[in-house]
């Protein structure tokens, strides 16, 4: 059974960094496409950032580029978004997905998201 959970989210000041994690289970990493994304209130869901396999290239939405990480621990079967210098406007739920055809085509599975909020 596929399964994806989301950990990390929280209330981090402007300028601040979190480190997000989605936890993978029901198939291996290194056998499929990982994306992290996010909604924020009233906004539809957007893509952040993600990374294939099994060559690990990494790919990172505009909002996302110099600021986020995209990673994967293949050992704990996780995914990690390092997330640095945070605004405002980060806020939101972020989701991370499994996709069995590549980071550009759509997303079969996805978590539940993890809320992040920035904010003073």
């Known amino acids: 059974q596929v399964q994806l959970v989301e950990s990390g989210g929280g209330l981090v000041q402007p300028g601040g960094s979190l480190r997000l994690s989605c936890a993978a289970s029901?198939?291996?990493?290194?056998?499929?496409?990982i994306g992290w994304f996010r909604q924020a209130p009233g906004k539809e869901r957007e893509g952040v950032s993600c990374i294939s396999s099994p060559d690990g290239t990494t790919y990172y939405e505009e909002p996302a580029k110099g600021r986020f990480t995209i990673s994967r621990d293949v050992a704990k079967n996780r995914v990690y978004l390092q997330m640095n210098s945070l605004k405002p406007e980060d806020t939101a739920v972020y989701y991370c997905a499994v996709s069995f055809t590549g980071c550009r085509y759509g997303m079969h599975y996805w978590g539940k998201g993890t809320l992040v909020t920035v904010s003073l």
């Open positions: 029901g198939f291996t990493l290194d056998r499929y496409a």
